[in-house]
């Protein structure tokens, strides 16, 4: 039972570089979030999708492009990276929308722009 | 604006003893409380969630409290163990939308031996 996975786990590049973040669940949840971890801030959300074709935004969604061609997976990119965008980066899924539903959290990836 | 504040940021203790974290929220409309626990390097767990009407729920060692007239909750961990030493999240999630959560950015434990 795999659950949520992320890849990589640890991924630095360059300023300026396009770089893409991969999320894959197994257990066919609709919902399906991207978050970012910043030291002395919480979770905060980047974007989030109802289900496949299905994406928008959420707190922090600027520099960031998100797909969701299949309902299993969720790519994260970032087009033109900036140091700014220097974080840990979290996926989760959820079953549905409701808030009475549990978020399930991937392991993260720690991005590193330099 | 929705807001989850937490107390203290970090925290450090001796094996066994027990501590209290704190958690203030002003997120409305309420759904529901959780407090998360998270290892290093790891994503987020969940320890507990409760609505509006419960006041108090255990997960083990674990207690949440929860006082939806003052927006307070705390997570008391009993008899602690090494491997509590984590960051302990409170998030509220917003009712209606898309299952909104609204975190705090967390009280770091460190339980020495």
């Known amino acids: 039972d795999a659950g949520i996975t992320q890849s990589p786990r640890y991924k630095i590049t360059e300023t300026g570089r396009q770089v893409t973040l991969m999320c894959h669940q197994t257990?066919?949840?609709?919902?399906m979030f991207w978050y970012r971890q910043d030291l002395g801030h919480g979770l905060r959300l980047i974007y989030y999708?109802?289900?496949?074709?299905?994406?928008d935004k959420g707190e922090v969604p600027d520099g960031y492009v998100v797909s969701r061609s299949k309902t299993e997976n969720f790519p994260l990119t970032l087009e033109s990276a900036t140091r700014s965008q220097t974080s840990v980066y979290f996926c989760?899924?959820?079953?549905?929308?409701?808030?009475?539903?549990?978020?399930?959290f991937g392991p993260g990836t720690r991005l590193t722009v330099t | 604006k929705n807001q989850v504040e937490q107390s203290p940021q970090s925290l450090i203790i001796l094996e066994g003893k027990n501590c209290t974290l704190q958690?203030?929220?002003?997120?409305?409309?309420?759904?529901?409380l959780r407090w998360y626990k998270q290892d290093t390097g790891r994503g987020p767990v969940s320890l507990t969630i409760?609505?509006?009407?419960?006041n108090t729920k255990s997960n083990g060692r674990y207690t949440a409290t929860l006082d939806a007239d003052t927006k307070q909750s705390s997570l008391h961990i009993t008899a602690s163990q090494l491997s509590d030493s984590a960051s302990y999240i409170c998030?509220?999630?917003?009712?209606?939308?898309?299952?909104?959560?609204?975190f705090g950015a967390g009280t770091r434990l460190a339980v020495h031996p």
């Open positions: 409760m609505t509006f009407s419960e």
């Open positions: 998030v509220v999630s917003a009712a209606g939308g898309y299952n909104k959560l609204i």
């Open positions: 257990w066919s949840h609709s919902y």
């Open positions: 958690c203030n929220y002003t997120v409305s409309p309420f759904s529901n």
């Open positions: 989760a899924s959820s079953a549905t929308g409701s808030a009475s539903y549990e978020q399930y």
């Open positions: 999708s109802a289900a496949a074709d299905i994406t």
